[in-house]
């Protein structure tokens, strides 16, 4: 089962900043948090991904509370083109570093408007 | 730079057959995943493929199958299919070791009637 609770489903305006919550009050030390999307008809695309500090990167910014319980990803300035479902997913890397498989939720579907 | 690619992109198979579903992962890869998106559904993870072998499985019955090829791309079979079956089969890539995420083909849509 997924270990995170996400909102079913959010809106945003275009142009405005998109903040999506994800509650992983069961994380381990060595369990990352990482953000994936997918728009209709597509595999899921990658966003970003933390452990213990905010980071940001082209896409969007990912801030970590210190207890690590919970994240919000931000997209700053939403399109259309951000219409998709998000998921949130906490993954540990195994032991010698390889990846780990992905637990998928269902995600919050994201309806960006004009 | 090629993402992963996956083929064919539809198919329609009767229940009772077989199917093989094709992967190439991104270039530099060298780790193959396979998942199972019923409709409404986040993907399910079915099994992972390193060094030409089953890695790691979801929960998944021994009708799916799957073999990795020295050149990395991978293949995805499943015997005696179900109605049930019916889903978006995803391949995604990644380095074994690394941190970063993975990449995911557009995958392919299997109709079981």
Same mark, same amino acid.
């Given at each position: 089962?997924?270990?995170?609770?996400?909102?079913?489903?959010?809106?945003?305006?275009?142009?405005?900043?998109?903040?999506?919550?994800? $509650?992983?009050?069961?994380? *381990?030390?060595?369990?990352?948090?990482?953000?994936?999307?997918?728009?209709?008809?597509?595999?899921?695309?990658?966003?970003?991904?933390?452990?213990? $500090?905010?980071?940001? $990167?082209?896409?969007?910014?990912?801030?970590?509370?210190?207890?690590?319980?919970?994240?919000?990803?931000?997209?700053?300035?939403?399109?259309?083109?951000?219409?998709?479902?998000?998921?949130?997913?906490?993954?540990?890397? $195994?032991?010698?570093?390889?990846?780990?498989?992905?637990?998928?939720?269902?995600?919050?579907?994201? *309806?960006?408007?004009? | 730079?090629?993402?992963?690619?996956?083929?064919?992109?539809?198919?329609?198979?009767?229940?009772?057959?077989?199917?093989?579903?094709?992967?190439?992962?991104?270039?530099?890869?060298?780790?193959?995943?396979?998942?199972?998106?019923?409709?409404?559904?986040?993907?399910?993870?079915?099994?992972?493929?390193?060094?030409?072998?089953?890695?790691?499985?979801?929960?998944?019955?021994?009708?799916? *199958?799957?073999?990795?090829?020295?050149?990395?791309?991978?293949?995805?079979?499943?015997?005696?299919?179900?109605?049930?079956?019916?889903?978006?089969?995803?391949?995604?890539?990644?380095?074994?070791?690394?941190?970063?995420?993975?990449?995911?083909?557009?995958?392919?849509?299997?109709?079981?009637?």
């Amino acid at each position: 089962d997924a270990k995170t609770t996400q909102p079913t489903s959010m809106d945003c305006a275009e142009g405005r900043a998109a903040n999506l919550p994800c $509650n992983h009050s069961t994380i *381990s030390g060595n369990e990352y948090v990482y953000w994936y999307r997918q728009i209709h008809s597509q595999g899921p695309q990658y966003i970003i991904h933390g452990l213990k $500090n905010n980071e940001t $990167n082209e896409m969007a910014s990912l801030i970590i509370t210190e207890d690590r319980k919970s994240s919000t990803l931000i997209l700053p300035h939403a399109t259309l083109r951000d219409t998709a479902v998000y998921y949130c997913i906490v993954r540990a890397r $195994n032991y010698g570093g390889s990846q780990g498989n992905l637990i998928f939720g269902k995600g919050t579907k994201l *309806s960006v408007k004009p | 730079d090629a993402g992963v690619t996956q083929s064919p992109t539809h198919l329609i198979k009767t229940r009772g057959q077989q199917v093989t579903l094709r992967c190439s992962p991104k270039s530099g890869h060298d780790t193959v995943s396979w998942y199972q998106q019923a409709l409404g559904q986040g993907p399910q993870f079915i099994f992972q493929y390193y060094e030409e072998e089953e890695r790691q499985r979801g929960n998944f019955p021994d009708r799916f *199958s799957g073999h990795q090829f020295p050149n990395y791309s991978s293949e995805l079979n499943v015997n005696a299919l179900l109605l049930g079956d019916s889903a978006l089969y995803l391949c995604a890539s990644s380095l074994r070791q690394g941190s970063y995420g993975y990449t995911f083909g557009s995958g392919t849509r299997l109709t079981v009637v």
